[in-house]
């Protein structure tokens, strides 16, 4: 065991100083609340434009493979954007399904065809759900879905335990 003392690093706190100090104040919660629940945006106008960067960079992953892990941060992207905004639209499958995705792509160490296979996989799930304006969990077929890709993920793993990065 090492007797070294512990390194103390002061650091400045930008973002404290920008919002304050202390409670938010109770009306500004409720104001926030209120707008999320009233939200009259409509989410396919967000999700769209995401799974056409996703759609086109696993196309581009496809007809260049000796680009495909340069592409990575590409395919992360707009699963990470689609994961943050699911949820606040109501689209809590695609937020789970993006959260699988996610983890699954920064888990891996190179991207290989059967990972973009299951990446392709999942954007053709996403596409489908937010065309059908599937809100809220997908009840019984949304958790058969979050399943089966659980399980795609599960099998790449083992198939490929060489590619497997566990977390730090």
Do not use: W
Request: glycine share 6%; hydrophobic share 40%; charged share 25%.
């Amino acid at each position: 065991m090492s007797r070294k003392k512990a390194k103390f690093i002061k650091y400045e706190n930008k973002i404290q100083k920008k919002a304050g100090f202390g409670e938010i104040p109770e009306v500004a919660i409720l104001r926030a609340e209120n707008a999320l629940l009233n939200n009259t945006v409509d989410f396919k106008e967000i999700a769209i434009p995401m799974l056409s960067q996703l759609r086109e960079t696993i196309k581009l992953a496809k007809e260049s493979p000796e680009k495909i892990n340069n592409l990575h941060q590409n395919l992360i992207t707009p699963i990470m954007g689609l994961k943050a905004n699911g949820a606040m639209f109501k689209y809590e499958l695609v937020g789970s399904l993006a959260s699988i995705m996610l983890s699954f792509l920064e888990h891996i160490q190179e991207l290989n065809n059967d990972a973009l296979e299951i990446v392709e996989a999942h954007e053709k799930t996403l596409t489908l759900i937010i065309s059908k304006t599937i809100k809220g969990d997908g009840g019984a077929m949304g958790k058969q879905v979050v399943e089966e890709l659980e399980s795609a993920c599960g099998r790449y793993y083992r198939k490929n335990p060489d590619q497997f990065q566990p977390r730090s």
